[in-house]
């Protein structure tokens, strides 16, 4: 079973500080996901990384994966209260094909305004 | 724009009931998927289904069961309700795009309480 490590679980800051979450696993991913969820509603697609050392940005959110495909960081710049939300990283595994993504269990953050 | 919806969205049912919870998606994605959403567990894969005809057994498929006779549907029953099944459901769907990684699209989710 692979296992993927979400950490801090709780972070709470205040607006305009930078933060980074991390996603930690001993197996290797083909790719790796994140996903924001608010309260009431499904978790939502915000990037997929794909090869070992990507670099991707999405405005003042900036997301890697690591060389070894193993593991991933979410780093928010310039925080908002609307960063607010559950954040979630999930690995799909080596060889393609259909099977479940493998999720973290999220890390809550919460920006103070 | 395409979707998945689920229903209903709050469900309460007693104790030995069976419950059918629905999923519809219009991606026309062969890959669909059952999760259950607890704190201090995350999501958890419950059931998958590659294709129509297509059903298997995730981490926690105990006492829970899919069928799969069209692309757009995957309902997931619960055949006895237990209280141990109260939960938040999220249906999902995926395609996996070469080098592009698998990437699944998610329902609002169903919050079911077992009484």
Same mark, same amino acid.
């Given at each position: 079973?692979?296992?993927?490590?979400?950490?801090?679980?709780?972070?709470?800051?205040?607006?305009?500080?930078?933060?980074?979450?991390?996603?930690?696993?001993?197996?290797?991913?083909?790719?790796?996901?994140?996903?924001?969820?608010?309260?009431?509603?499904?978790?939502?697609?915000?990037?997929?990384?794909?090869?070992?050392?990507?670099?991707?940005?999405?405005?003042?959110?900036?997301?890697?994966?690591?060389?070894?495909?193993?593991?991933?960081?979410?780093?928010?710049?310039?925080?908002?209260?609307?960063?607010?939300?559950?954040?979630?990283?999930?690995?799909? @595994?080596?060889?393609?094909?259909?099977?479940?993504?493998? /999720?973290?269990?999220?890390?809550?953050?919460?920006?103070? @305004? | 724009?395409?979707?998945?919806?689920?229903?209903?969205?709050?469900?309460?049912?007693?104790?030995?009931?069976?419950?059918?919870?629905?999923?519809?998606?219009?991606?026309?994605?062969?890959?669909? /998927?059952?999760?259950?959403?607890?704190?201090?567990?995350?999501?958890?894969?419950?059931?998958?289904?590659?294709?129509?005809?297509?059903?298997?057994?995730?981490?926690?498929?105990?006492?829970?069961?899919?069928?799969?006779?069209?692309?757009?549907?995957?309902?997931?029953?619960?055949?006895?309700?237990?209280?141990?099944?109260?939960?938040?459901? /999220?249906?999902?769907?995926?395609?996996?795009?070469?080098?592009?990684?698998?990437?699944?699209? /998610?329902?609002?989710?169903?919050?079911?309480?077992?009484?």
């Amino acid at each position: 079973t692979q296992l993927l490590e979400q950490s801090p679980q709780f972070l709470s800051i205040q607006e305009g500080e930078n933060l980074t979450v991390y996603c930690n696993s001993s197996s290797v991913f083909s790719s790796l996901q994140w996903y924001r969820q608010e309260p009431g509603e499904g978790p939502v697609l915000l990037v997929t990384v794909v090869t070992g050392g990507e670099v991707k940005k999405l405005k003042r959110l900036t997301f890697q994966f690591g060389d070894a495909r193993k593991d991933s960081s979410l780093h928010i710049t310039a925080a908002q209260p609307g960063d607010t939300g559950l954040y979630l990283c999930a690995g799909a @595994p080596t060889g393609g094909g259909a099977d479940g993504l493998t /999720f973290g269990k999220g890390t809550h953050l919460i920006i103070q @305004p | 724009d395409a979707e998945i919806t689920q229903s209903p969205r709050h469900k309460i049912t007693e104790t030995g009931r069976q419950v059918t919870l629905a999923c519809h998606q219009t991606w026309n994605h062969n890959n669909m /998927f059952w999760y259950r959403q607890d704190l201090g567990h995350g999501l958890r894969l419950i059931h998958y289904s590659y294709g129509v005809q297509d059903t298997n057994k995730g981490e926690v498929s105990d006492g829970y069961s899919v069928s799969r006779s069209n692309t757009e549907d995957l309902p997931l029953t619960l055949e006895s309700a237990a209280s141990s099944q109260t939960s938040v459901y /999220f249906c999902a769907s995926s395609e996996y795009r070469d080098r592009g990684g698998t990437e699944a699209f /998610f329902g609002q989710g169903t919050r079911l309480t077992v009484v």
